[in-house]
């Protein structure tokens, strides 16, 4: 007990121990952060009347990130799955880093949620003893459970490794092991079920449909190990921790699978929309054409297409084989998956209504302020928990600095 | 099994790298922490303008609708009445109104005969105390009437906006929504919190101090038929009907769903609801359906009977019917 | 026979010359009373807020046989009568004055045997043709009701045909409807002109 609050002391105090760069960048976050704090403040107060939502177009951007992310997050699970299933040796030294960006992530998740209520003050009305959950009537209500619970599990994992790591002791397995493989299932359910909120809904065509499923586990494990293979090679650049090749390539591959199933999924949902298109096509109509003069989404849908085959034409040929261009193929394939998910699939559920009513959406400035905020704060997260977790993995932070430094889990 | 960091990791601690804890680097730090405080309170000052009802105590702590005692109710009550009455200037008289017995409500909605005058949707808006810009703004009507090209039932081609110097207009039909009252309702089963259920006689009612604002519900409407406070209410007090209920048209709070219940502070005391009492053409029929006498049932007895996107399973308590 | 003259107000002796006035049976107000008095921000007005003559809109209250005893019935006029300038017959195929009005009371209506249907009793009139409609009227599903759904609660007040359809010209009249939602204040995209509101007919997509 002791050595665990020496742990946390010493972790406190090496979170404000570092170089200028990174005094830099913790303090640009930091800003953004705060500049998001400032204009939630803003939508506290005047309603979210400061966000661009309608009644018409109920959720926009706040829900289409928090989509988007939680696919981030259930992505982890595509580094844990070599290493603990295919017992791959490379995976077990990036898996860490993996996890604590899925810790991050959900967090970002729960806030994105969090800011699109109306009244985040009666949070504690889903909280069973003092509030009324409907659980297991309503699939947010069970979103609320596998988020939570992922982000536990995930909690604990790195927790506990990164604790035994610091103490130089091997981790017992009984205390991560089954920890791990639920987790690994539990990343498939979060994602699974953050599609059946929209899965659920007879009364939107456009998201009343089997596929969504598949293809937001496909986009998300094409956009998570996308952002893992950009974040290794930061960490290789930036710290001391060497990442080698292979877990990038490793990434590359799946990624690459992923980004074939998702573009192929795509295109089944296109065929079925426009080939014998019924009533229920006006949703896609207006997403890739526009409707009634109404074409407020067509720029972001053909931008994120652009995206995905350039990224997808990129990672199938060899030139991906080059570090250079594997980055440009994340990025590009990274930002198609993030507006596909966010203005390809959250607003067209809700254009046209109904009622056939054609209501566009943006984000304002406000909105997108505090979406930038939480992607800082997400960032923020994630540094500072790197910048503590690589120093315990290269043993330089440690119970007793002589100790010889643990195997790598 | 190699160790994960080649090369020099491991020979120092990280501690060791760092500076020590001098009194130069102390004065840093508290200058930073006392920017850092400060920049803290900059963006949070928006929060300053926060109005007093949004930090009551008592609505804080407030129970479910279905878990307050009667004593507990009406204490409820006549707080909101004082707070309507501090920030409105008007004091409403808020009723809880429970169902009837042995009542269960149903609508029935002559299409042939609605020409489209739109006096329900704007008879809604002033039973209904929501929130509008002028007394001619009803984009929070519960009712939205659909101007749809006759040979076709496509909600897909419906005009929302038209304007015309007469209506009905040539070639035209027109079809009021709201809500239906579903029996399969989908927005009660997507509530994460159950602030919004269907009740003993079928209305489908909204405890705006227990709803946490998630529009779950509103995305899962087939029907259009939720309102959601982006801002407080605008209202001045000569628009508001101080005649209320908790259940119903009470003052909503910002950030809150709100909807049609059919006027349960006049139907269930037996009295018709507001767009049916304006409606020039009698297109509107409103009953009982337990009732064996009731114009509903004769309506469902006699008449060619349809209800809206039947497809989708709500298996609504709202129909649609013509007679010639 | 419809054109017998009905006895008129029984025991009076007929005079030669001119008959008798009968005893006129009105509605009392023009405009009655509907629903409840506490829902003044409710416009219940019957869609046909006047009927009758022009000279009874002035305010003008006589007994039709004033006239109408000097003048004799016909069934055939061949121009606008200079009376009843405001009167349009667009009743489809009814188009004689007497297939409703009295012959001899002018005052009340006429039934199928020749006896008066009073002016209280016009939905008795109408039901002599509008067969279905009367049944559906006597349902309450055909024409508005008024008050209480449960008429234990409460008083219900139900409309007459001659409420909301001009007998002359029962077509319901068009109206101008309120006024319109508009495009949502904060949405995107706002469209610029009038017309670009609407949604194109066929819901094609525009480029």
């Known amino acids: ?409 | 099994m190699n160790p994960p960091t080649p090369g020099d990791g491991g020979s120092q601690t990280v501690e060791q790298a760092a500076r020590p804890l001098t009194r130069r680097t102390f004065l840093k730090g508290s200058a930073a922490s006392a920017l850092g405080i400060a920049a803290m309170a900059a963006a949070l000052k928006p929060l300053l303008a926060l109005e007093r009802e949004n930090l009551s105590v008592d609505a804080f702590l407030q129970k479910h609708y279905q878990e307050l005692t009667p004593q507990e109710l009406r204490r409820i009550l006549d707080r909101l009445e004082s707070e309507c009455e501090q920030s409105r200037g008007i004091r409403p008289d808020i009723r809880d109104i429970r169902p009837r017995e042995d009542t269960e409500f149903a609508y029935a909605l002559n299409i042939g005969r609605c020409i489209g005058c739109r006096k329900c949707a704007h008879a809604c808006i002033r039973e209904n105390n929501q929130s509008r810009e002028s007394d001619d703004d009803i984009n929070m009507s519960y009712i939205r009437v659909l101007e749809m090209e006759k040979g076709g039932i496509d909600l897909e081609t419906s005009d929302h906006y038209y304007d015309a110097d007469q209506v009905p207009r040539a070639g035209k039909f027109y079809m009021p929504v709201q809500c239906q009252q579903c029996r399969e309702a989908p927005c009660t089963k997507v509530c994460p919190v159950k602030a919004t259920w269907q009740e003993d006689d079928g209305l489908v009612v909204v405890d705006y101090n227990w709803c946490i604002g998630c529009r779950y519900c509103m995305a899962a409407c087939p029907y259009d038929a939720r309102r959601f406070n982006y801002s407080r209410p605008k209202l001045s007090p000569d628009q508001i009907n101080p005649c209320q209920s908790y259940l119903s048209n009470r003052l909503r709070p910002k950030g809150v769903v709100e909807k049609c219940t059919f006027c349960l502070h006049r139907t269930r005391e037996g009295k018709y609801p507001a767009c049916l009492e304006v409606c020039p053409t009698g297109a509107r029929i409103f009953g009982n359906i337990r009732d064996p006498g009731s114009e509903i049932n004769y309506i469902l007895k006699n008449k060619r009977v349809y209800v809206l996107k039947e497809d989708v399973g709500t298996r609504p308590r709202f129909y649609y019917f013509f007679d010639k | 026979m419809v054109l017998c003259a009905a006895p008129l107000a029984a025991g009076e002796p007929a005079s030669p010359k001119l008959p008798p006035l009968p005893v006129v049976e009105r509605p009392a107000p023009a405009k009655p009373a509907v629903g409840l008095s506490d829902d003044r921000h409710l416009d219940k007005d019957p869609p046909r807020t006047t009927k009758g003559l022009d000279l009874v809109k002035l305010g003008w209250t006589y007994n039709c046989m004033e006239c109408h005893r000097l003048l004799e019935a016909k069934w055939h006029y061949d121009r606008p009568m200079a009376e009843h300038q405001d009167i349009r017959l667009a009743h489809g195929e009814n188009r004689f004055c007497l297939n409703c009005h009295h012959p001899t009371n002018r005052n009340a209506f006429v039934d199928y045997d020749g006896s008066v249907i009073p002016e209280k009793e016009v939905v008795r009139l109408c039901a002599k043709c509008h067969g279905p409609t009367y049944r559906d009227w006597k349902a309450g599903v055909h024409g508005r009701l008024n008050g209480h759904w449960d008429t234990a609660a409460g008083p219900r007040t139900q409309l007459r045909c001659i409420q909301c359809h001009d007998p002359h010209a029962p077509k319901f009249p068009t109206m101008k409807p309120l006024p319109p939602p508009t495009y949502p204040p904060r949405a995107a995209h706002a469209p610029t002109t009038s017309a670009g509101i609407h949604p194109t007919p066929q819901g094609g997509t525009a480029h």
């Open chain 1, 1 to 409: 007990m002791r050595d665990y609050i020496t742990f946390l002391w010493r972790v406190a105090r090496l979170s404000f121990q570092g170089g200028w760069k990174f005094y830099a960048w913790m303090t640009l976050l930091t800003a953004l952060a705060l500049v998001g704090l400032n204009a939630y403040a803003r939508q506290l107060v005047d309603g979210l009347s400061t966000t661009g939502m309608t009644n018409q177009v109920s959720w926009g951007a706040y829900i289409a990130n928090f989509t988007f992310l939680v696919g981030v997050a259930a992505a982890a699970v595509m580094l844990v799955i070599p290493a603990y299933v295919y017992k791959k040796q490379s995976m077990h030294e990036v898996v860490i880093f993996g996890e604590l960006m899925a810790i991050a992530v959900i967090i970002m998740c729960l806030l994105f949620v969090t800011v699109d209520l109306g009244h985040p003050e009666r949070f504690h009305h889903m909280i069973p003893p003092f509030g009324m959950f409907n659980w297991p009537g309503s699939i947010l209500s069970w979103d609320v459970i596998v988020l939570n619970g992922y982000l536990l599990l995930n909690m604990h994992i790195c927790g506990y490794l990164l604790y035994k790591r610091y103490l130089g002791a091997p981790p017992t397995r009984a205390f991560y092991i089954p920890f791990v493989f639920v987790a690994i299932a539990w990343a498939i359910s979060i994602h699974t079920v953050t599609a059946f909120l929209y899965v659920g809904l007879a009364g939107r065509a456009y998201w009343h449909n089997p596929i969504v499923a598949p293809r937001f586990l496909a986009s998300a494990f094409a956009a998570g190990p996308a952002l893992l293979i950009l974040t290794f090679q930061i960490i290789r650049r930036v710290t001391r921790y060497w990442i080698g090749d292979e877990p990038i390539f490793m990434l590359r591959m799946i990624m690459t699978v992923a980004m074939l199933i998702n573009v192929f999924l795509l295109g089944c949902e296109v065929f079925t929309e426009f080939y014998a298109p019924t009533a229920h096509s006006a949703a896609a109509r207006y997403l890739y054409f526009g409707l009634h003069g109404h074409e407020g989404l067509i720029p972001w849908i053909w931008t994120a297409i652009a995206l995905d085959f350039v990224g997808l034409g990129l990672l199938i040929t060899p030139l991906t084989r080059r570090i250079a261009w594997l980055n440009v193929a994340c990025a590009t394939c990274f930002l198609g998956i993030w507006i596909e998910k966010g203005m390809g699939l959250i607003i067209p559920g809700f254009v046209p209504s109904p009622l056939g009513q054609v209501v566009e959406y943006l984000p304002t400035l406000n909105e997108t302020l505090v979406c930038l905020g939480i992607w800082a704060l997400g960032a923020l997260l994630y540094s500072w928990m790197l910048h503590v977790a690589i120093p315990i993995m290269r043993g330089s932070l440690r119970a007793r600095p002589g100790a010889p430094a643990a195997q790598p889990h």
